[in-house]
């Protein structure tokens, strides 16, 4: 079972990782920003629109946020101002930031029900199996983002976990440990 400091160390990760993809996505134009490259949700602001949605469809489960207002497949297009997409990645990355820190060891084994769409039935699961999926599919879709912007020409910087987050100060490391990575 994952712990709830793995929780805040994704969140704070998930948080990093899309302020360096935003600022690198800032640099580009809109025609580029918007371009089909390919990818499983087409351009890297319909891959972001994407992970909004997923982010947002999850923690409405988690910690009964409002749904989004539109279904999966019109993900890539649930926000088509570039500014107000980064403004609530900003908020939503706050808000799944707090969650996780307020996760307990019980709360994680818990379990979690509801009623899917895309499968269109009831599921049950224990929440740390659920948490696990909706980290992992910030990661794959933000690779996918990644490999959008870096074919653009735009630069992200680092994306290794231990290098891109302050583990001492997430209270993660000993000050001895964090040293010698």
């Known amino acids: 079972m994952i712990s709830t400091d ?3 160390m994704m969140a704070a990760y998930n948080s990093e990782m899309n302020r360096r993809l935003y600022a690198a996505a800032d640099g580009l ?3 580029a920003r918007e371009a089909d490259g ?3 949700w087409g351009s890297i602001q319909g891959t972001f629109c994407h992970l909004l949605w997923g982010d947002t469809t999850w923690m409405s489960r988690f ?3 409002e749904k989004p207002a539109v279904g999966m497949k019109q993900s890539p297009v649930m926000i088509t101002d570039w500014a107000e997409l980064k403004a609530r990645r900003q908020a939503a ?3 799944i ?4 820190a307020r996760l307990t060891p019980e709360g994680l084994a818990a379990p979690l029900t ?3 769409t895309i499968i269109a039935r009831d599921v049950s699961m224990p929440l740390w199996i659920a948490v696990g999926h909706f980290f992992n599919h910030q990661t794959h879709h933000r690779g996918q983002a990644h490999a959008l912007l870096t074919r653009a020409g735009a630069a992200t910087g ?3 976990l231990p290098w891109v987050l302050d583990l001492q100060a997430l209270g993660l490391l000993s000050p001895n440990a964090a040293e010698n990575p």
């Open 6 to 8: 793995w929780c805040r």
């Open 29 to 31: 134009d809109a025609s």
């Open 38 to 40: 390919g990818a499983f």
């Open 63 to 65: 910690d009964a946020w």
């Open 93 to 95: 990355d706050a808000k």
């Open 97 to 100: 930031e707090a969650w996780a």
């Open 114 to 116: 509801w009623h899917s």
């Open 158 to 160: 680092d994306t290794d």
